[in-house]
């Protein structure tokens, strides 16, 4: 069957650094993807990795590991703004994503 | 435009009604898709166009609910006989082949 974790809730504390997982088990693979999702607000894209490795973005990184299967989100120097949702989504073919659930970020002063 | 957009933002409905939801996704985009959305929840994935035809229609939660898209832009989803558990964010979303998906705001439907 297709299935990606994420942890339900994370908490962690303005300017400092925070590590979202996503484990998935997916029948093909085709690159995985970050969305970030503000309450009552649409998801917007964050980053994409087919390769394993870091693909590094301004204070939001993201890494992949295919044989593991398995990627992270780092956030550096958060802010309070970066409350959130993080959505793990994972590509089986052009067309298809398998979504987690999500993780929602709560960012404390 | 610049964005998906979707119509109408809110609609709420007494059950047992049809309604209907309009998305136009990004000029170009060949792929549309339909999500919903209950609160609290992650993303339940409906169905899916390429142009006009639908390859993956596996999400709909019954015959109650139909999608359609025209001239491999606009695209309606349509509930009939609406039902409480209808009642969530339906979100639109459309990418060119092989990226990342672009959404719009959704339409929040309640059914009362």
């Known amino acids: 069957g297709q299935n990606i974790d994420q942890p339900t809730e994370m908490t962690a504390t303005e300017g400092a650094i925070v590590q979202i997982n996503c484990t998935y088990q997916?029948?093909?693979?085709?690159?995985l993807f970050w969305y970030q999702q503000h309450a009552g607000e649409a998801p917007t894209f964050l980053s994409y990795?087919?390769l394993d490795g870091l693909e590094e973005k301004g204070r939001f990184s993201s890494f992949l590991s295919r044989s593991k299967g398995y990627s992270y989100l780092l956030l550096k120097e958060l802010q309070m703004k970066d409350s959130a949702s993080y959505l793990c989504?994972?590509?089986?073919?052009?067309?298809?994503?398998?979504w987690g659930a999500g993780t929602k970020l709560i960012i404390k002063p | 435009g610049a964005g998906v957009s979707q119509s109408p933002s809110n609609k709420v409905t007494e059950k047992g009604k049809d309604v209907e939801l309009r998305c136009d996704p990004i000029?170009?985009?060949?792929?549309l898709y339909w999500y919903r959305q209950s609160l609290g929840q992650g993303l339940e994935f409906l169905i899916y166009?390429?142009?006009?035809?639908?390859?993956?229609k596996s999400g709909l939660p019954s015959d109650r609910f139909s999608a359609e898209r025209t001239g491999g832009s606009v695209s309606t989803l349509t509930i009939q006989r609406t039902q409480q558990e209808d009642s969530a964010v339906y979100l639109c979303?459309?990418?060119?082949?092989?990226?990342?998906?672009?959404f719009g705001p959704g339409t929040r439907l309640t059914v009362l």
């Open positions: 000029s170009g985009h060949t792929a």
């Open positions: 990795n087919v």
């Open positions: 997916t029948s093909g693979f085709n690159g």
């Open positions: 166009f390429q142009g006009n035809s639908a390859p993956d």
């Open positions: 989504a994972v590509s089986r073919s052009n067309y298809q994503l398998i």
């Open positions: 979303a459309s990418s060119p082949p092989g990226s990342g998906q672009f």
